[in-house]
């Protein structure tokens, strides 16, 4: 998917062991917390009866997998499913329920079986751990606000590394100072002071009330961004006028000063001097003296008429 790659080199990379084998615990620890009828509780317990394959079996199912084999792709994906949960726990911290997680993760272990090699020197497993962490991060980074805050690259990096960085800078014994972070995560100091306060701004309903004694929304204090009344009745009344003067002017004109007046001056897309050239059949220096000269008409014209 469009966008996964940088993504992924935000986050730190993953050991190229086999990480299905930590699943174990992460079930054992879930159970302890987990009410015996909710829907993950449920949803562990089916996952747990699809085993996991051996070496000799995952190689024989993705060359069946290359074939189309559909049964053999069902089974490398419920194979895996337990890697999934693995990993959304990682990420259990975040305001967003786990099975939501785990959706997003399973959405990325259908990506990174569709798209495994089996002649690569690598474990299954191994492969669709990155397609399951981006889709979750992915979910993680769009939804947190309403207002999406990492838009590009720098953005998204700064997302999952800068409050990790501060931290660990921190413990150093050193002054997280904007710059210091900017220089070690490689992006300049304006991204991490504007990321800072993306991220330090807390959302609000434009629908709230203003204050605890008031109910009046906070949408009918902020300015209107629409010209105000009697400007943009000036603004008609001055174009009207203009257009009146300019008309005058215009009868005072030749035919081919009027035509290269409206060409070339009062046109939004004015044509080029050596097209007027070709068509009043006088050179493009000729031109542009005739609209200069125009110019200067105008501005007296106008002056004198306005002292009237």
Same mark, same amino acid.
């Given at each position: 998917?469009?966008?996964? @790659?940088?993504?992924?080199e935000?986050?730190d990379?993953?050991?190229?062991? @086999?990480p299905?084998?930590e699943?174990?615990?992460v079930?054992?620890?879930?159970?302890?917390?987990l009410?015996?009828?909710?829907?993950? *509780?449920? #949803?562990?317990a089916e996952?747990r009866?699809y085993p #996991?394959?051996t070496?000799?079996?995952?190689?024989?199912?993705a060359?069946?997998k290359?074939?189309? @084999?559909?049964?053999?792709?069902?089974?490398?994906?419920?194979?895996h499913l337990?890697l999934?949960?693995?990993?959304?726990?990682e990420y259990?911290? *975040?305001?967003f329920?786990?099975m939501d997680?785990?959706q997003?993760g399973?959405?990325?272990?259908l990506?990174?079986?569709?798209?495994?090699?089996?002649?690569?020197?690598?474990?299954?497993s191994?492969y669709v751990?990155?397609?399951?962490?981006?889709?979750?991060?992915?979910?993680?980074?769009?939804n947190?606000?309403?207002?999406?805050?990492?838009t590009?690259?720098v953005?998204?990096k700064l997302?999952?590394q800068?409050?990790?960085?501060?931290d660990?800078?921190?413990?150093?014994? #050193?002054?997280?100072t904007?710059?210091?972070?900017?220089?070690?995560?490689?992006?300049?100091?304006q991204?991490?002071?504007?990321?800072?306060?993306?991220?330090?701004?807390a959302?609000? *309903?434009?629908?709230?009330p203003v204050? #605890?004694?008031s109910e009046?929304?906070l949408?009918?204090t902020?300015?209107?961004?629409q010209?105000?009344?009697?400007?943009?009745?000036?603004e008609?009344?001055w174009?009207?006028q203009l257009?009146?003067?300019?008309?005058?002017?215009?009868?005072?004109?030749?035919s081919r000063?009027?035509g290269?007046?409206q060409a070339?001056?009062? *046109?939004?897309?004015?044509t080029?001097l050596?097209?007027?050239?070709?068509?009043?059949?006088?050179?493009?220096?000729?031109?542009r003296?005739?609209?200069a000269?125009?110019?200067?008409?105008?501005k007296?014209f106008?002056q004198a008429r306005v002292?009237?």
């Amino acid at each position: 998917m469009e966008g996964l @790659d940088p993504l992924l080199e935000t986050v730190d990379p993953i050991e190229t062991t @086999d990480p299905t084998e930590e699943a174990t615990d992460v079930f054992v620890s879930a159970d302890r917390d987990l009410v015996p009828y909710d829907p993950l *509780s449920r #949803y562990l317990a089916e996952v747990r009866k699809y085993p #996991y394959l051996t070496l000799e079996e995952e190689k024989r199912l993705a060359l069946l997998k290359e074939e189309g @084999d559909m049964d053999a792709i069902s089974t490398l994906v419920l194979s895996h499913l337990r890697l999934v949960v693995s990993i959304a726990m990682e990420y259990r911290s *975040s305001p967003f329920p786990l099975m939501d997680l785990i959706q997003e993760g399973n959405v990325g272990l259908l990506q990174g079986v569709k798209r495994f090699d089996p002649a690569r020197a690598v474990r299954l497993s191994t492969y669709v751990t990155w397609w399951i962490r981006a889709y979750i991060l992915k979910y993680l980074l769009e939804n947190w606000r309403l207002v999406k805050i990492g838009t590009t690259e720098v953005q998204r990096k700064l997302f999952f590394q800068l409050s990790k960085e501060r931290d660990r800078l921190i413990r150093l014994g #050193y002054e997280a100072t904007p710059k210091l972070l900017a220089n070690r995560l490689n992006v300049r100091e304006q991204d991490v002071i504007e990321m800072d306060k993306r991220l330090g701004i807390a959302e609000m *309903s434009l629908d709230a009330p203003v204050g #605890y004694e008031s109910e009046e929304p906070l949408l009918s204090t902020l300015p209107s961004l629409q010209q105000p009344v009697d400007e943009r009745l000036e603004e008609i009344e001055w174009k009207e006028q203009l257009r009146a003067q300019l008309m005058a002017f215009s009868q005072t004109l030749s035919s081919r000063e009027r035509g290269i007046l409206q060409a070339r001056i009062l *046109s939004e897309s004015p044509t080029t001097l050596d097209a007027l050239g070709r068509k009043y059949r006088i050179s493009k220096e000729r031109v542009r003296q005739i609209e200069a000269t125009l110019l200067k008409k105008m501005k007296v014209f106008i002056q004198a008429r306005v002292k009237r």
